[in-house]
């Protein structure tokens, strides 16, 4: 019982501020693990653009077919939960050099370059996947223009690519035009799918990195496989799914 | 009735003889190097001589079946030179078929300015590109046109430790845009025992 009517004017207003804190504190409580953590970043950069068609089969134009892939990844990274930066979002010129800027300060946890490819006999079909292989340049004068891939870049990159490699049912085994560099008894199957072979889209990357190529445009069944928007759809699920494992995500 | 009696004798020798010709002429012909095709215009200066014997090297290519790399056999000179045999190997490269069972990963227009070896066993090997459509040219074919010369060059001569590609006589990053060329013939001691371009 308390005698004092000052003391019980207090309490009156101490109360209602005590339940509002204690209802302040739940809904942080709630909330915070939401703002802590953010959702893993994805760069797409589909390859080349505006003056740069890249290459050339028939009619079909290497960016045209890289900015319709990216788009489709794009929304299927977006579908599983994952932050998309595209690098080129329509038929614009981006020197090298500016995209790998930008895929460098995304704080990314993976970039997918994507190139449609084109050859010669029109035999090959893809899908086909390329990481860089581990810089062991000694000349420090020539890293700022060629960029370093040190071999932990690379392991993380490989282990990219063969999820993706896996998620598209596609065999993780090297193939054995890989460059040899820091490969010693890796590269040995002649008919796989993932290389590790230098790519000028990959060299100024810090994050892991893989070069995705889709379809040859110079392979036919490719072509027209691909014309069709669902399967476009579904090869980028798959990508997607590759990475959300790779990511564990 | 004499001379019929010589004629007769004169018989088998006769026989004899001719069948011997015509074995030697066959043996003759079969050893006999056959004539060569005139050497491209890149040659600068004469890569052998009239007399010089051929040799066989073993050209990279690539089966068109399934895409795996296979040696394809190709006569050149033995020169005195040995530099000259490595700039007559490569020139029987980039000349190479482009159909058939096996066929050169080399883009049409792409010609050879100059070779050398340097005395550290470093080949280089000057292209020329500005008659290639390069946008013919994807990446998965860059990396076989590479891969194909280094192997073509350290696979048949021994003395090539490195082999460095360059444009018109400048470093470039790329042949096409797509495949990335090393940086210096010291950054990159692998060539040998793998692929890379170094």
């Not at chain 1, 653009?49 to 079909?60: N, T, W």
Request: charge should be neutral; include cysteine.
């Amino acid at each position: 019982m308390c005698a004092d009517p000052s003391l019980e004017k207090a309490s009156r207003l101490v109360k209602p501020a005590i339940r509002f804190e204690l209802f302040f504190l739940l809904a942080i409580t709630v909330s915070v693990p939401s703002w802590g953590v953010a959702k893993p970043v994805i760069v797409v950069d589909a390859a080349h653009g505006g003056s740069d068609p890249g290459v050339k089969a028939g009619s079909e134009v290497e960016k045209d077919w890289n900015l319709r892939f990216a788009q489709a990844l794009g929304k299927a990274l977006e579908d599983l939960g994952f932050e998309v930066v595209q690098i080129r979002k329509r038929d614009e010129t981006i020197p090298l050099e500016k995209r790998a800027q930008t895929a460098d300060t995304a704080q990314a946890s993976a970039v997918l370059v994507i190139h449609a490819d084109c050859e010669w006999t029109g035999n090959r079909g893809g899908p086909m996947i390329v990481l860089e292989p581990p810089n062991q340049s000694t000349e420090s004068a020539e890293i700022p223009r060629w960029g370093v891939i040190t071999p932990y870049q690379y392991r993380l990159s490989l282990k990219l690519g063969r999820d993706i490699a896996q998620s598209l049912g596609i065999g993780t085994e090297l193939s054995n035009l890989s460059d040899s560099r820091g490969l010693a008894g890796e590269a040995d199957s002649p008919t796989a799918k993932i290389f590790c072979l230098p790519h000028q889209s990959l060299r100024y990357l810090v994050p892991p990195a893989v070069v995705l190529t889709p379809l040859f445009l110079s392979h036919r069944p490719d072509v027209r496989k691909y014309s069709a928007d669902a399967a476009v759809a579904e090869f980028a699920a798959k990508v997607a799914r590759g990475v959300a494992n790779y990511l564990q995500y | 009735m004499k001379l019929r009696y010589i004629l007769k004798s004169l018989w088998m020798p006769a026989a004899l003889l001719a069948a011997l010709g015509a074995v030697m002429g066959a043996w003759k012909l079969l050893h006999t190097a056959p004539p060569l095709e005139p050497l491209p215009s890149t040659a600068a200066s004469p890569l052998y001589e009239a007399g010089d014997k051929t040799m066989t090297v073993y050209v990279k290519a690539v089966a068109a079946e399934d895409g795996k790399l296979v040696n394809q056999a190709a006569t050149i000179r033995e020169s005195k030179d040995r530099v000259n045999q490595m700039k007559q190997a490569l020139l029987a490269y980039l000349d190479g078929p482009r159909t058939g069972r096996a066929q050169v990963p080399v883009p049409e227009g792409t010609a050879l300015n100059e070779f050398y070896l340097t005395p550290t066993g470093s080949a280089v090997a000057d292209l020329s590109l500005a008659q290639v459509e390069r946008d013919k040219v994807g990446f998965y074919q860059e990396a076989l046109f590479v891969r194909c010369l280094i192997d073509t060059l350290t696979g048949n001569f021994f003395e090539i430790k490195q082999v460095k590609i360059l444009v018109d006589g400048q470093d470039q990053p790329t042949l096409f845009g797509h495949y990335a060329l090393g940086t210096s013939e010291a950054a990159m001691p692998a060539t040998v025992n793998g692929n890379s371009q170094f």
